[in-house]
């Protein structure tokens, strides 16, 4: 079977170094293997999708270097909100199917009815399953009424485990310490979970590249691919690039946007080279392309087990 992989930037803000180290590692993967790499625009996040940012990450992936394979004869890359009918399909597949339930819950409810502190959890706050016992087909008593609900995905019960392709074996209940989850919104709007397993599963994606921060999405998304019957692909989580207080970057940070670096005259060569450098791939922050890095990897996949396991600190004091 061919590698087919993908990139998939989000619009709910600029593309900044993390998001760079992690599609670097995708485009090296797949190149490596002479698979497909394909471009997906994720943004269903709508009220938090910023104007412009589809266009930029588009560009920062030019700048950068990492080209990708045309999705289909017509355009470049998918639009997540141009598949809601697709989504809805499924969706409707699944309340079929008893797999999901409508829930009234507000966040607020959610968090204090969890059995376990906020704190303390592995990935949000646990859902405590207050509207488990639901039919799908209780959704039309709620739509009579005007309420709104979201649809929450039954995770099924017992120890789940699937293998990483840097971390390795993974393991836990999820059922028990992550909970049901959202799958979409009664107003017509999908869930990330949701959504990006139907469009992994359209394309053929067949491996997978993103940060370590959704590991426990791989429960989730897996869930739903053994629901459909549905063949997961290879999972590979690489570690984020995160503040001098451990928190994934953001604009807390100071400013690590792709754009800031090609406006102050940065060469990619040079971004590369750092994000190389970052990834264990070289010695040193020596300007190179990424074709260069590519070529200096050699045919095997060795390269990956050499990466840091530990996520990077970046100091805008010493950058």
């Known amino acids: 079977m061919s590698y ?42 709508t009220p938090r999708t910023k104007l412009g940012a589809a266009e930029q990450a588009v560009e920062d992936l030019r700048w950068l270097g990492l080209d990708w394979d045309a999705s289909n004869h017509e355009q470049s890359f998918t639009v997540q909100s141009n598949r809601e009918e697709r989504y ?11 797999l999901v339930y409508p829930c009234t819950c507000s966040r607020s409810e959610v968090e204090q009815a969890a059995s ?21 087909l209780d959704a039309a008593v709620l739509d009579r009424s005007g309420q709104k609900y979201a649809w929450r995905f039954r995770m099924p019960s017992g120890t789940h485990e699937w293998s990483d392709g840097l971390f390795g074996t993974q393991s836990l209940n999820a059922k028990e310490l992550l ?11 999908t869930a990330y979970q949701l959504a990006v397993v139907i469009d992994d599963h359209d394309f053929g994606i067949n491996h997978v590249v993103r940060g370590n921060d959704l590991i426990f999405s791989t429960y989730r998304q897996n869930a739903i ?10 999972w590979l989580h690489v570690p984020l690039v995160v503040g001098t207080d451990g928190r994934r970057l953001a604009k807390r940070h100071g400013d690590t946007r792709l754009s800031m670096y090609r406006e102050q005259g940065v060469l990619p060569e040079k971004m590369i080279g750092y994000l190389a450098e970052t990834l264990g791939l070289t010695k040193d922050v020596s300007s190179i392309s990424a074709l260069e890095l590519l070529a200096s990897l050699g045919p095997n996949n060795d ?16 950058h």
């Open 4 to 45: 087919i992989g993908r990139l998939a930037p989000s619009p709910t803000g600029a593309q900044h170094l993390g998001n760079a180290r992690t599609f670097l590692v995708a485009w090296l993967a797949c190149r490596q293997a002479g698979g497909e790499l394909l471009l997906r625009i994720e943004d269903l996040d």
């Open 88 to 98: 809805s399909q499924i969706l409707e597949h699944l309340k079929e199917r008893n």
């Open 116 to 136: 376990a502190p906020h704190e303390s959890v592995l990935d949000g706050t646990i859902y405590p399953g207050t509207c488990s016992h639901r039919s799908s």
């Open 179 to 189: 909970g049901d989850f959202v799958v979409g919104r009664s107003y017509g709007v």
């Open 225 to 234: 691919y053994h629901a459909m019957a549905w063949s997961p692909p290879a």
């Open 303 to 318: 390269w990956i087990q050499r990466m840091t396991r530990d996520n990077i600190v970046f100091d805008p004091e010493r």
